[in-house]
């Protein structure tokens, strides 16, 4: 019997991989996401054991419930948004060898996200505009493959009203998408910019820059942050070489943001700033730099 939940239980807790996958495609927020997977698990054993032996397939359920606590929080956020000071950024994620470890050595949980094209700054700006269903509805089928009858259940819509809400995601998706170059040449672009910008050099960073760049950051009112986007090549090179970075000490270093070439900004060894690159045609299409601290603790050495 101890063998059998045992078993169970392994069987169980293997699925918090996938849930924190889930819930941060959902919510753009790591911290969140983990927030949605222990509240998840703790309906689960909040449950007799003849309940959870009733349940034919766990891995559902707890895909079922999670997905539904998700809905529930993007359903609030609109609320919490207009409370949020300035622009709001999804989390950024680093390279999963970047991730800290616990104080036993073994893997932060939060290492359980994948980084692809799924969860690059891109993406997860356009999943944001989404109505809440419409982001549940596409993400299930989309990207995890769910059946849109288990979808149906989890949104509280028909099957074919799911088809159509992800679709129209996928009408948002395809709008917004732009042609990307290959990584390296990205990586290249990246390292450009950062050359430009620590020379001043308000020329080559225009000539890196889409005419219509935009350039977002996310202060979260805790830390200092423009609070509307800037927009257009000229301002937004003058914008960066403006700011006092190189000259107050800080280091600006190449790192992957979300599986794509990005920069980070760090003082002392702390993480001050993250910042993803959108490139389109050998150029800069957007720029978002994540400044908000909450945001930038899977970050921290």
Request: with cysteine.
């Amino acid at each position: 019997m101890d063998e059998r939940t045992d078993m169970e239980l392994g069987a169980i807790m293997s699925e918090r991989r996938q849930l924190i996958n889930l819930a941060y495609r959902l919510l753009g927020s790591l911290a969140d996401a983990e927030d949605v997977v222990q509240e998840t698990y703790a309906r689960w054993y909040a449950m007799s054991a003849p309940e959870q032996q009733a349940i034919d397939n766990p891995a559902a359920w707890l895909t079922k419930v999670a997905s539904r606590i998700c809905l529930d929080l993007l359903r609030s956020a609109r609320a919490r948004r207009e409370r949020y000071v300035g622009e709001w950024i999804p989390e950024p994620l680093p390279e999963s060898t970047e991730w800290r470890s616990t104080d036993d050595g073994s893997v932060d949980p939060a290492d359980r996200v994948t980084l692809d094209e799924s969860v690059n700054m891109a993406f997860l700006v356009v999943l944001d505009a989404m109505t809440p269903a419409e982001r549940v509805a596409f993400i299930l089928h989309d990207v995890f493959r769910y059946p849109f009858p288990e979808v149906a259940e989890i949104v509280g819509r028909t099957p074919a009203a799911c088809r159509q809400l992800a679709s129209s995601a996928r009408r948002r998706i395809r709008d917004a998408q732009q042609p990307a170059p290959p990584s390296a040449r990205r990586a290249e672009i990246v390292r450009q910019f950062k050359e430009a910008w620590e020379a001043t050099d308000i020329a080559a960073l225009v000539s890196l820059l889409d005419p219509d760049v935009t350039a977002t950051a996310d202060g979260g009112g805790v830390v200092t942050a423009a609070l509307h986007p800037v927009h257009g090549g000229a301002d937004v090179a003058e914008y960066f070489t403006g700011l006092p970075v190189f000259q107050l000490g800080r280091t600006v270093t190449e790192r992957t943001v979300n599986g794509q070439p990005g920069l980070v900004i760090q003082f002392e060894g702390v993480v001050e700033t993250v910042i993803a690159f959108g490139v389109s045609d050998d150029r800069i299409t957007n720029i978002w730099a994540i400044r908000n601290p909450e945001k930038l603790h899977p970050w921290t050495d």
